[in-house]
């Protein structure tokens, strides 16, 4: 299983960025994605995540409203449009997957077992 995550970059506060992250040598349908993010010094941060099967979606609080998650299962690809970008949105931003997360654990990273490489995302003020 492979997770490549792209489309980080550095922009200004206010400005959007679309991440994708694209999976191989999986069903991939079958998985539920998330995203995570990391700060230096810190643990993961869970960002949003998209189940499997009926793609419910989960968010954390702090980018409610501002991103939106989606997957296209043909392409095999998770994206995570991010609007309205803030300095604190400042980290690398990792996508991962996992084939029986619960609802309730699609926010603990623990509950994931592939991982991305990680895209940086730097948001100036």
């Known amino acids: 299983v492979q997770l490549q995550a792209s489309g980080g970059g550095l922009v200004q506060a206010g400005d959007s960025l679309r991440l994708s992250c694209a999976a191989s040598g999986l069903t991939f349908r079958s998985y539920s994605i998330a995203w995570f993010r990391q700060t230096p010094g810190k643990g993961r941060d869970f960002v949003a995540a998209?189940?499997?099967?009926?793609?419910?979606?989960f968010y954390a609080d702090s980018v409610k409203g501002r991103f939106a998650v989606s997957r296209d299962n043909s392409k095999n690809t998770v994206n995570l449009q991010m609007n309205r970008l803030k300095p604190e949105d400042t980290a690398v931003y990792y996508c991962?997957?996992?084939?029986?997360?619960?609802?309730?654990?699609?926010?603990?990273?623990?509950?994931?077992?592939?991982w991305g490489q990680g895209t940086q995302v730097t948001v100036s003020s």
């Open positions: 998209i189940k499997s099967g009926g793609g419910a979606l």
């Open positions: 991962a997957a996992s084939r029986t997360v619960i609802n309730t654990s699609m926010n603990k990273d623990q509950a994931y077992n592939y």
